[in-house]
C-alpha cells in the first residue's frame, strides 16, 4: 500500500522521521576508542567515531569516512553490528530520534588524532567494562541489550 502522501509537504515531515546514525566500535588491544563530544547534541556524554548516514551510502562506506575524518585512522577490517533505537528528549533542543547501526572497525592503523575539534574534547582508549560516563544515549542502549564486541 503506498504511502498516503508519497510527496513529503516539507522539512516538518522529514523531521519527524528517524536519522539514521552509524557509530564506528574501533576496537584494538583489548580495548575502545571513545571521544569525548562537544555540540548541543550529547555535549559532555562519551562516543565512538561517527554521524549521519549520507543518501546512498553504504553502511561501511560511511564508518570508514566518520573514522577518517574524526580521527584520520583507517581500519583494516569493518563488520556489520548491533544496531539501537535512541529516542533523545528534548533538552533546551527538539527531541530526536536515530537508528544508530554500529560497525566494528579492527586493525586501526595510525595514532587517534582529534580532527573536529569544535565537535570532540579528544579520543582515549577504555576497557569494555570501564567505559567512562556519562555514555552518549546509543552507548548506553547498546550496553542494555547487553551486546559486547568480540576481543574486548
Known sequence: MPHPDPQPPGDEWSSARPGVGVGVLVVHQGLMLLGKRRGAHGAGHWAPPGGRLEFGE????????????????????????????????????????????????????????????????????????????????PMQNLRRIGWRPGGL
Open 58 to 137: 553504504a553502511l561501511e562506506d560511511c564508518a570508514r569516512r566518520e573514522l577518517a575524518e574524526e580521527t584520520g585512522l583507517t581500519a583494516s577490517h569493518l563488520e556489520l553490528g548491533p544496531y539501537t533505537n535512541d529516542v533523545f528528549a528534548a533538552d533546551g533542543a527538539a527531541a530526536q530520534h536515530f537508528l544508530t547501526v554500529y560497525v566494528v572497525a579492527r586493525g586501526p592503523q595510525g595514532t587517534p588524532r582529534n580532527l573536529e575539534p569544535e565537535k570532540c574534547e579528544g579520543w582515549a582508549w577504555f576497557g569494555w567494562d570501564a567505559l567512562p560516563a556519562p555514555l552518549f544515549l
